[in-house]
């Protein structure tokens, strides 16, 4: 069995991070000197996703455009002899993977948005990495990153699998939240989610992370008509797909996620990334010791 699709949506508004998401994207939002999407996708490419699949929009072309080659840019880099510069930005086009891109009329939902890609998942195995949230590499055991540890689990198991990550009871609302059970080899099973429950309807703490593996199997039990609020959500699917007898394997993150989609989240991830970058981490510590003295 191959596992080689990654479906990537990121078609959404940004809401939570207006105004600045205005007419930028929040995936293209700096933490540090690199857009959210582009550790995102750094990510997948380290877990040897060899086929991106963006769920994108109209307004949301300098997503594309950051992935392709800059002509330009080079030339007046080469000129100026900008060379370990030159040779990051020619690393972004140059990158060992397919990048697809469909286009989403309408946000619609992640359930909606995953249907786009279907006739180019077909029967294949894909992942789904929501694109606002971004793996802090420095508290990772890098041999063995999450993304990495899910595919290699599928390939060896064949389960559909999620990540999930422990959160405050206070702050289950703001997530897809699940309840696991545990089999006679210790290895953890979803029994049921439930999407943004209150703390008291939770079944447990632990939040989805925004990394899947499917069988495409799952495209089935994604609902297509349209409800009420006009979403397509993705757990309704897992939950009918769970219902129907199918075995979702749970991953429970090593390390740390941040959640670039809201402003505390985001903050913190530049925060981490600054003070380990290698080469201002020491001036941007320097700084941070000056304000909180």
């Given at each position: ?154 390939l060896e198991e064949g389960n559909d699998i999620i990540l999930l990550e422990?959160?405050?009871k206070k702050d289950v609302g703001n997530y897809g939240i699940a309840k ?50 006009r979403e397509i959500e993705l757990t309704d699917a897992i939950k009918k ?53």
């Amino acid at each position: 069995m191959s596992l080689n699709k990654v479906v990537i949506p990121v078609a959404g508004l940004g809401t939570r991070m207006l105004p600045a998401t205005k007419v930028i994207p929040k995936e293209m939002l700096p933490i540090i000197d690199k857009p959210i999407i582009q550790y995102v996708i750094e990510e997948c490419i380290e877990a040897k996703f060899s086929e991106i699949i963006l769920i994108t929009h109209s307004s949301k072309n300098s997503i594309e455009n950051h992935f392709d080659t800059s002509f330009e840019l080079e030339t007046a880099l080469e000129k100026r002899i900008k060379k370990s510069l030159l040779k990051e930005i020619r690393s972004i086009s140059r990158l060992k993977t397919n990048i697809i891109s469909i286009r989403q009329s309408e946000a619609k939902g992640l359930g909606h948005a995953i249907l786009q890609a279907k006739n180019i998942i077909g029967k294949d195995p894909f992942a789904v990495v929501l694109p606002d949230r971004v793996i802090n590499k420095n508290k990772c055991d890098m041999k063995v990153d999450n993304l990495s540890l899910m595919r290699r689990l599928f390939l060896e198991e064949g389960n559909d699998i999620i990540l999930l990550e422990k959160v405050l009871k206070k702050d289950v609302g703001n997530y897809g939240i699940a309840k696991i059970r545990k089999d006679g080899n210790k290895r953890r099973f979803i029994k049921d989610i439930k999407e943004k429950p209150t703390p008291k309807n939770a079944p447990s703490n632990l939040a989805v992370v925004g990394r899947y593996i499917f069988k495409a199997d799952i495209l089935d039990f994604v609902d297509k008509n349209t409800k009420k609020n006009r979403e397509i959500e993705l757990t309704d699917a897992i939950k009918k797909y769970i219902s129907s007898g199918a075995e979702v394997q749970a991953s429970l993150l090593k390390g740390e996620c941040f959640d670039c989609g809201s402003k505390q989240g985001y903050f913190k991830s530049i925060i981490e990334t600054a003070i380990n970058h290698d080469e201002f981490g020491q001036d941007f510590k320097n700084i941070l010791k000056k304000y909180s003295s």
